[in-house]
């Protein structure tokens, strides 16, 4: 079950929220969803928004900045995002571990309230 509609409001939220997070950082689907007011919980929904991202903003939204609460990247839906996402982060200095998780003690970044 979809928690919140996809009409468009929300996901413009999630993407004003991810354009916020810093060149070599990274935070969770998570902490995403508790920065946006009344939206906690939402981790799932902000993982559909960041997948419906256009085509025309996969540049200017870093959505590759966005991980699990684990430290792992969970693309598993587009052919090669897994790959791409991780490309994208290491390009910034994010180091993964082998068991392809980044530590988030030293790479996470979270909202101020």
Do not use: C
């Not at 990247?73 to 791409?84: K, L, Q, R, T, V």
């Not at 996402?85 to 980044?102: K, S």
């Amino acid at each position: 079950m979809r928690p919140l509609a996809s009409d468009g409001t929300f996901y413009e939220q999630v993407y004003a929220k991810v354009r916020a997070i810093p060149f070599g950082r990274v935070t969770t689907y998570g902490a995403v969803s508790e920065a946006l007011a009344g939206h906690a919980g939402a981790a799932r929904t902000v993982g559909w928004a960041l997948g419906a991202l256009p085509r025309s903003q996969l540049d200017e939204v870093p959505w590759w900045r966005v991980i699990n609460a684990r430290g792992r990247i969970s693309i598993s839906s587009w052919p090669g995002a897994a790959e791409a996402q991780r490309a994208r982060l290491e390009a910034e200095g994010v180091a993964f571990g082998p068991d392809d998780r980044t530590d988030l003690d030293r790479f996470g970044w979270w909202f101020a309230e």
